[in-house]
């Protein structure tokens, strides 16, 4: 149970991240 916490935590904080990278490609774009 401990494991599948952490997974999810760490895959929750990967999607943060990666909408972060997005969020600065699009202030770059314009």
Known sequence: ???K???IEI???IVIIQ???DG???LERR
Do not use: F, I, S, T
Request: proline share 0%; net charge neutral.
């Open 11 to 13: 895959r929750e904080q």
């Open 1 to 3: 149970n401990v494991n």
């Open 19 to 21: 909408e972060k990278l």
């Open 24 to 26: 600065y490609v699009v």
């Open 5 to 7: 916490a952490g997974q």
